[in-house]
């Protein structure tokens, strides 16, 4: 985090940094503030308390208060509450200071008893340049805050700009680039949270590639804080067993906007706020089809993805605020192939693989959802909330798709297989749920409590219908000569209607002393689902500690016991008789367990005058009542039953700061190593990912701000597989790594943000041009098995797409 000042006020920011020493010293103090006040309370006759806010209302936290010739201060809390008491005089001086804003000073005639004084603190209005004053946050918890200044200029191949960003952080891979979705410390897709404004959002349940997959529900044009946990997370967070995102979007103060082009899609954006009212406005439309372009299936791709969503925050008084999200979305995704050719194996025995496709696909999947909350602060510390979420998904796969290919070794003329495959899928699916939720925010000296209770109520419909039937020379697979075959087939009728409680409360503690500053977080969650009438309690605990010895350092412990409650596509059981696979609803499924420590270390340094922080963590988990799955591209597939074990244990680092002056960058290594027990036997998770490596990088032309390069890229280990329709007993193999690196150039055409020119509506313009995998290395996303008429099985690399440009334009205005 940057703050520009300029050099006539370097006299200003050398105060400034007095002030962040002031406020180091008054933390201290404050430490044992309960301890000091009473002290103070039995000799002085005066007790002034109140709260410190700006002009729109919100908390100036850590505000210096002083009282004038006693030697005397305090701090605001982080709700701009302050307490002080002090002797009483002819007059009494208070001064209330904090960075960025006017000085102000009150004066106090004869003042005794209890008395209350509100402050209204201004920003400091004098022009700023060059000097620049740099500085982290320090977390003292597992969640951390994540830097969003270069989001809207990331070379981005999936047009969701906060997961891609998400994805360059520690403990955290991706495989598909054409897929937002991501991997935490060895849990599946299905294992991350996700929350807007408090509100937990989910993603649609019948995606199975990433060329499917469309915008995600986060616009990042309306995103203000972006915070994530890669585990140890607190109490409030749901029922996942990976990660929690925890998405707050902006509340615009002022008429602004924003529109954005490319070969991938447009963007525009629209807000406008003043103190009391705000309301802003996403329109997203994405087509991948370019990128798609570069895929070996060939064909007629028309993908067609779109969405509005609409933030409104009003505040009819001091104690009352309204905050309501409407969101609407249609993917489309058409695709008619027509042929493909692979070539794969190693130097010494090169395979080609070419298939003519007749047929097409058609998916639709159209998203409802929609949020309103009433808080009602109650004092000046205490708040109350109710909220109501509505959430509906109507989906829709299908496709007839007949290729008939040829296999053959590229150094002779042997033909390894030639036959045919037909694939047939109807499978929709409707889901609506409603949730209702009450909350309870309290700031009680040093501690912050927080607390909450929801019920939920979910209703499912699944029809699916899909069967695929391979023939190899002749020969329908598997071959029985008693009849005609396939080698799937697949049917489930189902519906669901239940009923999902939960309630948590939490605590955190801050206090200073001699040793240092200590946080601890605490709390439990409980929650009940009517479906398998299963109660789940889950304890969790995180401690933070700055020794004052030395305070670059930051220790933090977490652990807890987290839970990951089934959803539809985990209940999925499957029977097969006679080739025939039926789908049954497991009434009898639990929750699957995880026991988790997470230990960690932040070090503060700075190396050639510019700021850095290395943080490293270590975690292990121990899973119980595991419900094992197959992975295929994005696509998960459950067992549907409780019946294994496992462990994933492995330590993150990450080092982040300026390797440029001016900009943040960062780079991360994880190794890691997941293991199940399934029938007694040990087998790596569908996930065992044993190193990984993501790096961002920025940087400007020197002397200049008008030219600007982010760099990000991604090197992990390849995840197990075997083949299809099998237990992952068989997954004997490991795909090759995942490497790709994309570079972003931008120019600024137009910056008028100190509007110089008065009668130009427009802040910036933007020229961008981006090279996605600039290395073009070949990427894979899966694999197809081909089966001769001997039974035996090859695996065909699905790649990845290859390298691409992308040129934007951004406005903002």
Request: hydrophobic share 35%; net charge positive.
């Amino acid at each position: 985090m940057c703050i520009k000042y300029t050099k006539k006020t370097f006299l200003y920011v050398i105060n400034s940094m007095k002030h962040l020493y002031i406020i180091i010293l008054i933390s201290f103090w404050s430490s044992i503030g309960a301890f000091c006040q009473e002290e103070q309370t039995d000799t002085a006759s005066v007790h002034l308390k109140g709260r410190v806010t700006d002009e729109k209302q919100d908390p100036v936290s850590m505000c210096i208060i002083r009282v004038e010739g006693q030697g005397i201060a305090t701090t605001a809390s982080l709700n701009g509450q302050y307490n002080i008491s002090f002797h009483t005089a002819d007059s009494v001086v208070i001064t209330y200071s904090m960075i960025g804003y006017n000085t102000r000073r009150r004066v106090l005639k004869k003042p005794h008893g209890n008395l209350t004084l509100n402050i209204v603190m201004h920003e400091n209005s004098k022009v700023m340049e060059e000097v620049t004053v740099s500085d982290f946050k320090r977390e003292m918890t597992t969640t951390q805050e994540l830097n969003k200044k270069e989001l809207k200029r990331l070379p981005s191949t999936t047009g969701n700009a906060v997961e891609e960003l998400v994805a360059t952080q520690a403990g955290v891979s991706t495989h598909n680039e054409l897929s937002s979705q991501y991997n935490v410390r060895g849990g599946s897709f299905d294992e991350n949270c996700v929350y807007i404004n408090g509100v937990e959002v989910y993603r649609p349940l019948l995606i199975s590639s990433g060329q499917q997959e469309g915008l995600s529900i986060i616009n990042s044009d309306m995103v203000e804080k972006i915070n994530f946990s890669a585990g140890g997370f607190e109490a409030k967070y749901g029922d996942k067993m990976s990660s929690v995102l925890d998405i707050t979007y902006a509340r615009p103060t002022k008429a602004e906007g924003s529109v954005q082009a490319s070969l991938l899609g447009i963007n525009g954006y629209a807000g406008f706020g003043n103190r009391k009212f705000a309301f802003s406005n996403g329109l997203r439309y994405k087509t991948n089809q370019y990128m798609l372009g570069s895929l070996e299936t060939k064909g007629e791709y028309k993908p067609s993805f779109i969405d509005y969503q609409a933030y409104l925050s009003w505040m009819p008084s001091s104690q009352w605020t309204i905050d309501a999200i409407a969101y609407i979305s249609r993917n489309n995704y058409n695709f008619a192939p027509t042929d493909r050719e692979t070539n794969f194996g190693t130097l010494e025995n090169i395979k080609n693989f070419k298939v003519y496709f007749d047929g097409k696909e058609e998916d639709r999947f159209n998203t409802l959802f929609g949020t309103m909350k009433v808080t009602r602060k109650l004092g000046a510390n205490h708040a109350l909330g109710l909220s109501f979420t509505g959430f509906s998904t109507r989906e829709r796969v299908t496709y007839d798709i007949q290729g008939q290919y040829w296999l053959n070794e590229t150094n002779s003329d042997d033909q390894l297989g030639v036959g045919t495959y037909m694939e047939h899928a109807r499978n929709t699916l409707k889901s609506n749920s409603v949730t209702l939720k009450a909350t309870y925010d309290a700031q009680i000296r040093k501690h912050k409590l927080q607390a909450g209770l929801s019920w939920r109520h979910e209703k499912i419909e699944e029809n699916t219908r899909e069967w695929e039937y391979r023939d190899s020379s002749g020969y329908s697979i598997p071959h029985t000569g008693n009849g005609l075959d396939v080698i799937y087939n697949l049917k489930s009728i189902n519906s669901i209607s239940s009923n999902h409680m939960e309630m948590y409360a939490q605590d955190t503690y801050r206090t200073e002393s001699k040793v240092g500053i200590l946080s601890f977080n605490y709390g439990i969650r409980l929650s009940s689902w009517s479906w398998n009438k299963e109660w789940l309690f889950s304890p969790r605990v995180c401690l933070g500690f700055v020794p004052s010895s030395n305070d670059k350092f930051t220790f933090r412990l977490a652990m807890g016991l987290y839970y990951q409650r089934p959803f539809y596509k985990e209940l999925r059981d499957t029977i097969t008789t006679n080739g025939n696979t039926i789908v049954e609803l497991n009434k009898n499924i639990k929750s699957q367990r995880s026991f988790q420590v997470v230990a960690g270390m932040e070090y503060k340094f700075k190396m050639g005058e510019r700021p850095f922080k290395f943080t490293t963590e270590v975690y292990y988990k121990a899973q119980s009542n595991l419900n094992p799955y197959n992975v295929d591209n994005v696509k998960i597939v459950y067992y549907g039953n409780n019946c294994a074990s496992g462990f994933v244990a492995g330590v993150d680092f990450k080092l982040y700061g300026e390797f440029i002056p001016g900009t943040d960058s960062w780079i991360s290594f994880g190794l890691m190593k997941a293991q199940m027990t399934l029938n007694g036997k040990k087998i790596p998770q569908p996930t065992d990912q044993r190193y990984n490596i993501n790096f961002f990088f920025s940087d400007y032309f020197p002397g200049s701000t008008k030219w600007k390069m982010n760099l990000k890229g991604t090197f992990a280990q390849g995840l197990p597989f075997g083949p299809p329709h099998t237990g992952l007993e068989r997954n004997a193999f490991r795909s090759s790594a995942y490497k790709r690196v994309d570079i972003g150039m931008n120019y600024r055409l137009v910056n008028n943000e100190d509007r110089h020119m008065r009668r130009n509506w427009v802040k910036n313009v933007w020229l961008g041009l981006d090279c996605l995998n600039i290395f073009g290395f070949s990427n894979v996303s899966g694999y197809y098995w081909v089966t001769d008429v001997t039974n035996h099985q090859y695996a065909v690399p699905n790649y990845l797409t290859g390298r691409l440009f992308n040129a934007r334009v951004q406005m903002e205005f």
